[in-house]
């Protein structure tokens, strides 16, 4: 089946450790998203691409930064991960990034800050 | 500044029948989605409106009135599966995805 894959499902770093999280996607999409969501929050868009075109969120702090080497792969990077920073982290994609295009998440990785 | 409004918890009996509201107030309107999220896990898509009226897809239904800036998912026949968190999202003019924050419904037997 045509999917959104993160990896790992539970990642644990330690406060000020680089960490990567990875997603990958076999629908052929277009547009790849990175959210961040804390508990009982709204989906946070950090970051979206357009294929290669980058498009960062205005509040996305510069901790924050993000990869696309190809269609199917996504990277999000938290170079300085501190406490605040403990959430899920979701992947996304659609076709367009018109009006009606729904968006398709993976699983999602669950980040936790020691 | 842009805002989506709904109820942050709602219960209901298995077997019985719910609505979810949402109020948005956005810079423009390119429509409206809902999408279910069980706990720990990524959304799903459930809906699309964009015109007034109901959309109706199985057990749910999604209905939009862009005049009042209301929308609701109507749940029919609950089961516990449907235990979640349901979350009203609305695409502004420049096409940005604005969430809400989910209500979180709890089917009890």
């Known amino acids: 089946d045509a999917m959104v894959i993160q990896n790992p499902r539970y990642q644990v770093t330690q406060f000020g450790k680089p960490v990567t999280l990875s997603c990958s996607q076999t629908?052929?999409?277009?547009?790849m998203y990175w959210y961040q969501q804390k508990s009982s929050q709204a989906p946070k868009l950090l970051f979206h691409?357009?294929?290669?075109?980058?498009?960062n969120e205005a509040d996305t702090p510069d901790n924050f930064q993000s990869r696309r080497p190809n269609t199917s792969f996504c990277f999000l990077d938290i170079r300085s991960p501190g406490l605040g920073d403990a959430a899920m982290y979701l992947c996304?994609?659609?076709?367009?990034?018109?009006?009606?295009?729904?968006?398709?998440f993976g699983d999602g990785t669950r980040l936790s800050i020691l | 500044g842009q805002n989506i409004d709904q109820p942050t918890e709602m219960t209901a009996t298995e077997g019985a029948i719910v609505q979810i509201n949402c109020t948005y107030q956005?810079?423009?309107?390119?429509?409206l989605f809902w999408y279910q999220q069980h706990a720990g896990e990524a959304p799903t898509f459930l809906s699309y409106?964009?015109l007034d009226g109901l959309e109706e897809k199985g057990r749910f239904s999604s209905f939009l009135s862009r005049s009042k800036g209301y929308s609701y998912l109507l749940l029919k026949e609950l089961q516990m599966k449907d235990s979640a968190s349901y979350l009203c999202a609305v695409t502004d003019s420049n096409y940005q995805l604005i969430w809400g924050a989910g209500t979180k419904l709890i089917i009890k037997p």
């Open positions: 996304a994609t659609s076709t367009e990034t018109g009006a009606a295009q729904p968006q398709h």
């Open positions: 629908l052929n999409h277009n547009v």
């Open positions: 956005t810079s423009g309107f390119n429509g």
């Open positions: 409106n964009v």
């Open positions: 691409y357009y294929d290669k075109d980058f498009n």
